[in-house]
């Protein structure tokens, strides 16, 4: 749960730092604004994938089951500034399969955190091992990081693709080209 009068505190404060007035007008409200918002783009924070991946069913093929283009934002835990993109997974099931909006949930549950986007993606990859037990889980994640655009460095359009293969599409090249190839 986010501590809101603790973010409405430090917003206080950092408008102070940056020399504005805080009484004015325009951000009056704006401590009030951020502490709410924050309840939004931290919501990851009080989530748990469990919740989400418990649910399973039963079926009868293992084949590959590819969910792509998931839209994501995050926020870079250096800066704080979002970094957003997309997401795209894989599983090979073991019996057991997931529902579809299950996939994009648990990408929200560990988004919407203070995040980098190796442990982003590498979380995603072990909660499905973790509660689906498939044969195999890929994550694929290609986002723009504000803090290496608008700030720093400041190469507009840039992109970090980060992949993390477990299981089956560790061991198997050819698997992992499969996938590669479909969310492509
Ligand atoms: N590996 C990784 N690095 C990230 C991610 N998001 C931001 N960073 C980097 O974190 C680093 C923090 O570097 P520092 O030198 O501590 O901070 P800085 O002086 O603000 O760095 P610059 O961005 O180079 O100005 C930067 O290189 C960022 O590009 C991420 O998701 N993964
Ligand atoms: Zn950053």
Known sequence: MVDKEKVKEA????????????????????????????????????DDANIH???TFQVENNEMVIEKDITF????????????????????????VVGLSKLARTVEVFAKRPQIQEKLTAQIADALMYHLMP??????????????????????GSKTITIVARGEFETNLELKNEFLQLVK
Do not use: N, Q, W
């Open 135 to 156: 044969k195999g889980a890929i994550v694929l994640i290609e986002a723009e990081h504000l803090c290496m655009t608008m700030r720093g460095i400041k190469k507009p």
């Open 11 to 46: 917003i206080k404060l950092l408008l102070e730092g940056i020399g504005e007035e805080t009484t004015r007008e325009g951000l009056r409200e704006t401590p009030e604004r951020i502490a709410r918002m924050c309840e939004e783009i931290y919501g990851g924070m009080s």
């Open 53 to 55: 991946l418990s649910k």
């Open 73 to 96: 934002y995050s926020m870079c835990e250096h800066h704080l500034m979002p970094f957003y993109g997309k997401a795209s997974m894989a599983y090979i099931p073991d019996g057991r």
